[in-house]
């Protein structure tokens, strides 16, 4: 145990842990009561989220991946998924799918314990993930409701074209704007959305700042599994509000205080005190063991210092920002980069990036049987970082919200068995140094 | 020729996983560049016009042992991508001076980025169909696409691709897909003169075949098939769903036959059948090619449909043009765009009373009996029907 837990009863949370709890439980209760107040709720998807247009025609959103992992959090998902296999969805498909599904049929109640309304809108960003497309056939299939679709190119040769963003620009004004004036009843603003804009590039600014805090030692964050939290506000239904500033703002501040005093990540069972291992995780976390799977790694003392889920909702620790000058052209940009809209040799490149200015020891990939968008590939990706950089690399297979696939013996002793060979490495790597 | 020749030929084309014909093609003139494409659509015409030999790569079925393939993929992954790699890594698609993978799903997607990685010595182009429908939105961005998409072949071929060469070839490709519709019509009115596996054969030989030979091939096939007459058999007609991209196992086809079911339908090589029209062979051909893409191509997993009323329609129609009694639906293992697709398409049947059946597979299964029985008990099941 390498934690200065003091109970370990008690969970230790960071101050913006508390207050991004507090904006998620506000924006739940929102949609519970959004059509009691005349208000529209549109559905839409984390990769590619358009939440500052979404914002400009008063739309309250929902996030079906965000229901899904909280489902999984809750431990509830596992019989969502069940109910939606036993009505006829696959085994073999995503798991966030048939949750969302499986959430429906048993009376779509949301973690406030309070049925979600039916959308009135869904904005299908069709972002780095083909999933996502069927996905909303498969809700609109039950709903009946609009459906709004953004085909975002994909960027396979690792550049954004002028083509994949007139197309995208193209779609946002012929199509995706004028459905979003006619559900909501809205005119569209331009000054409303550059105002949004502007708050957004102002929290990602901080945001970026918190994850590349994670290049000191030791790390003052867990840039994966604190690393989560940390982009809940600005992935999700607040990017671009006051709201989401002031916590990004107040979360820069509590990073600052900790890499002043020297101290590591925060985690469940307090600060950690010794850092001896820093990894590079590419691919989503498993959240129906959430706090398990947290607990194999700190409790050897291996903090993550970059992880590639956290950019899965906007990539901008490489320059990138929301531009209130060129509002819809942003929005294409914002959508084009995200983490798995890049090809295979991009995010080769960007792993080895982290590696490398993160100094790290070793690179972990968590392949998710649900998510072919990430996991397709990963085994040479693994390959490639490794002989690139020089340094261990391990795979593990969980899933996202299938418990059924979370083998927490197989997964501890795989790391287990990794973190040792990290360590070996390492102390070889020192001896011949010393001598 | 003879029928049994010209199957016989088709199935020596089917079973060389060397690509031999692709070789022979290739060194017969000095110069010639050979494309290879994934399902599950691709404008062969493109290739075509600069003057290179578009080839289907469609997995290494049944005969191919994988043994480096997967160590590229997690069990939780389709076979037809790691049978691809074991293809491309035995040597066998040397022949390929480069790759063209579509939007077909996440797997295929990411191939082209392992491509891209492991053969960086090979040109790989990722093709990008718009899921948008509007002539002047998803239209123009497919037209720009396909114009970027001509000048990289014009630059590999070195070639130009001119109007002219082009609209040749789609005049080349209209009169494949014409004696193709005219193969399935038939097989459609008699399926017993034109079994699906010699169909599935003609097809594939499409996927090696230059399309002017492959094209009098199909001729000589319907020909040489209305010469002699077969037994007719008791058999239902089904259409079978869900094998575009994935390769079922020729056993496969057999089976769901021999229990029973003329298969009267499929979507099998969609990539020859895509444009559901001809294009025109006048004007601006990268304009033609992208207005039949949005206007008038087929209905498949791999495409978003913008309404919920068309959801499924095109499958109705498939099962009504060919007076199909049923749908069997035949998905690969771990396939999203066939397995989420699947049960809005079962359930728009069901609202027209149209009955089906569901199994999966992967291009590699072995074990036909569990099939046969159930295309069998499906069969019964509609004839006994048909009778209430």
């Given at each position: 145990m390498n934690t200065a837990a003091t109970d370990t009863a008690d969970v230790q949370k960071e101050e913006s842990m508390i207050l991004q709890k507090a904006m998620i439980s506000a924006n739940y209760d929102a949609l519970s009561t959004a059509h009691e107040e005349g208000k529209k709720i549109s559905s839409t998807f984390v990769p590619g989220n358009l939440n500052e247009l979404l914002m400009c025609f008063d739309?309250?959103?929902n996030l079906p991946e965000i229901n899904a992992l909280q489902a999984g959090m809750r431990k509830k998902s596992g019989g969502y998924i069940m109910e939606a296999e036993r009505s006829g969805h696959s085994e073999d498909v995503c798991t966030y799918v048939k949750t969302d599904l499986g959430m429906m049929s048993k009376g779509q109640v949301g973690p406030n314990g309070k049925p979600l309304p039916t959308p009135d809108l869904l904005l299908l960003s069709y972002t780095g993930c083909f999933t996502f497309m069927k996905w909303f056939e498969l809700v609109r299939d039950q709903y009946d409701c609009e459906t709004a679709m953004l085909h975002v190119p994909y960027q396979a040769d690792g550049k954004i074209t002028e083509n994949m963003r007139h197309f995208v620009v193209t779609q946002l004004k012929e199509h995706v704007i004028p459905t979003l004036e006619r559900v909501s009843g809205v005119k569209f603003d331009i000054d409303r959305l550059r105002e949004y804009l502007r708050e957004s590039a102002k929290a990602e600014d901080d945001l970026v700042w918190v994850l590349q805090s994670a290049k000191n030692r030791p790390s003052p964050i867990d840039a994966y599994f604190g690393g989560v939290y940390y982009c809940g506000p600005i992935f999700t239904a607040f990017r671009g509000t006051r709201e989401t500033t002031d916590y990004y703002r107040s979360l820069r501040v509590e990073v600052e205080d900790r890499l002043a005093k020297g101290?590591?990540?925060?985690?469940?069972?307090?600060?950690?005190?010794e850092e001896r291992i820093r990894l590079v995780v590419e691919g989503p976390p498993n959240w129906t063991h959430f706090r398990d799977f947290w607990k194999m790694f700190y409790d050897e003392g291996v903090v993550v210092v970059a992880s590639s889920y956290t950019k899965v909702g906007g990539v901008y620790d490489f320059g990138f920002r929301h531009d209130p000058d060129n509002p819809l052209e942003t929005l294409a940009d914002y959508c084009l980069g995200c983490y798995t809209n890049h090809s295979l040799p991009s995010r080769v490149d960007m792993l080895c990036n982290y590696m490398d200015e993160y100094q790290a020891d070793g690179f972990?990939?968590?392949?998710?049987?649900?998510?072919?968008?990430?996991s397709a590939g990963q085994l040479l990706m693994l390959r490639e970082i490794e002989e690139r950089t020089g340094k261990p690399a391990g795979f593990i297979e969980t899933d996202l919200v299938d418990p059924r696939y979370f083998s927490s013996a197989n997964v501890k002793n795989r790391l287990e068995s990794y973190f040792q060979m990290i360590e070996q490495k390492k102390a070889r790597g020192q001896d011949r140094t010393a001598a | 020729m003879a029928l049994e020749e010209i199957v016989e030929h088709c199935q020596n084309l089917y079973d060389d996983l060397d690509f031999s014909s692709v070789i022979r093609w290739k060194n017969a003139a000095s110069g010639r560049k050979v494309i290879g494409h994934m399902p599950v659509y691709v404008p062969r015409e493109l290739i075509h016009a600069a003057g290179m030999l578009p080839v289907g790569i469609l997995g290494g079925g049944d005969q191919l042992d994988v043994i480096h393939g997967d160590a590229y993929y997690q069990s939780y992954i389709c076979r037809i991508p790691r049978s691809t790699i074991e293809l491309a890594v035995t040597g066998r698609l040397d022949v390929l001076d480069g790759m063209l993978f579509p939007s077909t799903c996440d797997v295929i997607r990411n191939l082209s980025g392992?491509?891209?990685?492991?053969?960086?010595?090979?040109?790989?182009?990722?093709?990008?169909?718009?899921?948008?429908?509007?002539?002047d939105v998803g239209g123009a961005f497919y037209t720009r696409e396909?114009?970027?998409?001509?000048?990289?072949?014009?630059?590999?071929?070195?070639?130009?691709?001119?109007?002219?060469?082009?609209?040749?070839?789609?005049?080349?490709y209209n009169e494949n897909r014409q004696a193709i519709s005219e193969l399935y019509a038939y097989r459609s009115a008699q399926p017993w003169q034109a079994p699906t596996p010699e169909v599935y054969l003609l097809?594939?030989?499409?996927?090696?075949?230059?399309?002017?030979?492959?094209?009098?091939?199909?001729?000589?096939?319907?020909?040489?098939?209305?010469?002699?007459?077969?037994?007719?058999?008791?058999n239902c007609r089904v259409v079978v769903n869900g094998l575009f991209c994935e390769q079922p196992p020729l056993g496969l086809l057999k089976s769901i036959e021999m229990a029973g079911c003329y298969i009267v339908d499929d979507d099998f090589m969609l990539v020859a059948r895509w444009l559901l029209k001809d294009v025109p062979t006048n004007g601006d051909p990268l304009r033609n090619l992208s207005h039949a893409f949005i206007n008038y191509s087929v209905e498949t997993s791999c495409k978003y449909v913008p309404t919920r009323e068309a959801k499924g329609k095109f499958l109705i129609d498939s099962v009504r043009n060919s007076h199909a009694e049923g749908v069997i639906f035949s998905s690969p293992s771990f396939c999203d765009p066939a397995l989420l697709d699947r049960p809005m398409l079962q359930k728009a049947l069901t609202a027209q009373g149209i009955s089906y059946t569901a199994f999966k597979?992967?291009?590699?299964?072995?074990?036909?009996?569990?099939?046969?029985?159930?295309?069998?008990?499906?069969?019964?099941s509609i004839k006994l029907w048909s009778a209430a």
């Open positions: 739309f309250v959103r101290l590591g990540p925060v985690t469940p069972e307090g600060t950690l005190e972990l990939v968590n392949s998710i049987k649900s998510c072919n968008s990430f | 392992m491509w891209q990685l492991k053969f960086q010595d090979k040109f790989v182009r990722y093709v990008d169909v718009p899921q948008d429908f509007d002539l396909l114009q970027q998409l001509r000048d990289d072949l014009a630059e590999l071929s070195g070639n130009e691709i001119t109007d002219e060469a082009l609209n040749a070839s789609i005049s080349l097809m594939r030989a499409g996927m090696l075949l230059p399309v002017d030979e492959h094209t009098s091939l199909i001729h000589d096939y319907i020909a040489a098939a209305k010469a002699i007459k077969r037994p007719v058999r008791d597979f992967a291009e590699n299964s072995g074990q036909m009996q569990p099939i046969r029985e159930q295309a069998g008990t499906f069969a019964d």
